[in-house]
């Protein structure tokens, strides 16, 4: 049976603004209803397989947790201290794997890809099963349809089953180079999707990477529950090798083989390839939101929060979020990840925090802010529950908008329904429950000398978090 691994570290800093450190790619909406993971847990349906094994930043715990459960799926989320790479983090799953099967062959697939032809998929990973089940490490590689710069491609050796031993990875081209590969046809992209026995990649690792395997072995053997996650051994992770499977593995094994992928794959790695996985007008356009276009082609528009209107333009990127705007021309969309970059060298915020905060017990949003004060709307979510805590700085004005709050402040208990509101002074005791069946809306204005997220002194939390959680 197929053991699924779902690697969710990714940040997505392509796809800036709506990408951010706190919010990746992988957990937002972006081509459907469904985010991009809870797309790559909807397609293993049409496979025999386990519970996934899902892989991500402990800073993303929750919203793993809610997306899986939303999905209707159980699965074991492995909370990583930090990232190092694909290489540790799928050792890591298949030391986990085999402790409740003894060589599973593992289907390791990123969070945050779109495959628009299922049957196409389920059908190559069904070619890839007799080669892995024979000790081949297998890779997918997607069928190439235009000179992609972005990617990078694998190529072809002789014939192997249901696909092809794996002679080389090549680095990303320019686009002379993307031409004459294309123009090959023996090439494909390299689609960072594999399927492998455990023990296969085990055994590889202890050859090739021996310090990784040990250090990973570590982390498995320091692990712990903490709520419903498992939290690898920090010290242990924190100090393995940080490197991807195609440069610790995959190309110095002499049992390497790729299986052709035709399945309208993209990894969404640019606003660019989300534009490609739209259906555009007859002027080439992509629309989502409020966006007016007048005399415009060839271009990406979305908006996010208010009326987004374009005249005379060709080939441009705009993005609007309620706290940045992304203005660019198509051709540049692989260097969004330098001008994040820039960003956040500036000391600029935006690269990290994202307008919709989420937690375990809901989400809120900055409304407005000054020297002194900050207007937020918080959701609270059908039994959720804030930590009994108090702050040092800020003093808090509660106005229920829907729903009925519950709520602590020192000894007392009380209810604040709709159009009721209520006062927190500095330094009190205080709780936000919703006990309700529809979610709490409520708009909360703080005020006070510091209004940072870690003025939090928290005395009870069901969700064990940190400060600034």
């Not at 074991?76 to 930090?82: A, H, M, N, Y």
């Not at 920090?234 to 992928?261: N, Q, T, W």
Request: hydrophobic share 40%; with cysteine; proline share 5%.
């Amino acid at each position: 049976m197929i053991q699924p691994v779902i690697l969710s570290g990714g940040s997505g800093t392509r796809l800036w603004p709506l990408s951010r450190e706190q919010m990746p790619k992988q957990f937002l909406r972006l081509t459907s209803p469904q985010s991009l993971l809870q797309q790559t847990l909807a397609r293993l349906e049409g496979l025999d397989t386990q519970a996934p094994i899902l892989l991500g930043h402990h800073a993303h715990r929750f919203l793993m947790a809610e997306q899986l459960r939303a999905s209707g799926l159980s699965g074991t989320i492995v909370l990583e201290p930090e990232g190092r790479n694909t290489a540790p983090a799928i050792a890591c799953a298949a030391l986990l794997a085999r402790q409740t099967d003894d060589d599973p062959l593992l289907l390791v697939l990123p969070a945050d890809h779109v495959i628009g032809n299922l049957e196409a998929f389920t059908y190559s990973v069904s070619c890839a099963e007799p080669l892995a089940e024979q000790g081949y490490l297998v890779t997918f590689g997607v069928v190439p349809t235009y000179p992609e710069t972005g990617y990078g491609y694998i190529a072809c050796g002789r014939p192997l089953g249901g696909g092809y031993q794996l002679s080389s990875f090549i680095e990303k081209p320019d686009a002379e180079r993307a031409k004459q590969l294309l123009e090959q046809g023996s090439t494909l992209w390299n689609s960072g999707m594999f399927l492998l026995k455990a023990s296969t990649y085990l055994t590889q690792l202890e050859q090739l990477q021996p310090s990784m395997l040990e250090a990973c072995q570590k982390a498995v053997n320091e692990s712990h529950r903490d709520l419903d996650f498992l939290r690898l051994g920090e010290e242990a992770f924190r100090g393995c090798p940080g490197e991807s499977i195609d440069y610790a593995v995959m190309e110095h094994c002499d049992h390497a083989a790729v299986v052709p992928l035709d399945a309208q794959w993209s990894d969404i790695g640019s606003f660019d390839s989300l534009w490609a996985t739209q259906t555009p007008d007859e002027a080439g356009n992509v629309v989502r939101g409020d966006g007016v276009l007048t005399n415009t082609q060839h271009s990406l528009v979305i908006a996010e929060h208010r009326l987004v209107a374009t005249l005379g333009i060709k080939n441009l990127i705009v993005v609007e979020t309620s706290d940045s705007v992304l203005v660019a021309h198509r051709d540049q969309a692989q260097q969004v990840k330098q001008l994040v970059a820039s960003l956040s060298q500036a000391g600029r915020s935006e690269p990290y925090t994202a307008p919709l905060v989420h937690r375990p017990w809901g989400s809120f949003q900055s409304m407005d802010s000054g020297e002194r004060y900050q207007v937020k709307h918080i959701t609270v979510k059908p039994g959720g529950r804030l930590s009994l805590q108090r702050h040092h700085h800020r003093a808090e004005h509660w106005v229920v908008v829907s729903g009925t709050a519950q709520v602590t402040v020192d000894e007392r208990t009380f209810l604040v329904s709709e159009n009721q509101s209520t006062y927190i002074p500095i330094g009190a005791l205080h709780r936000l429950e919703n006990l309700g069946k529809i979610p709490l809306e409520l708009i909360e204005v703080q005020s006070g000398s510091y209004l940072g997220e870690d003025d939090i002194e928290r005395l009870d939390d069901v969700y064990a978090r940190h400060r600034s959680e």
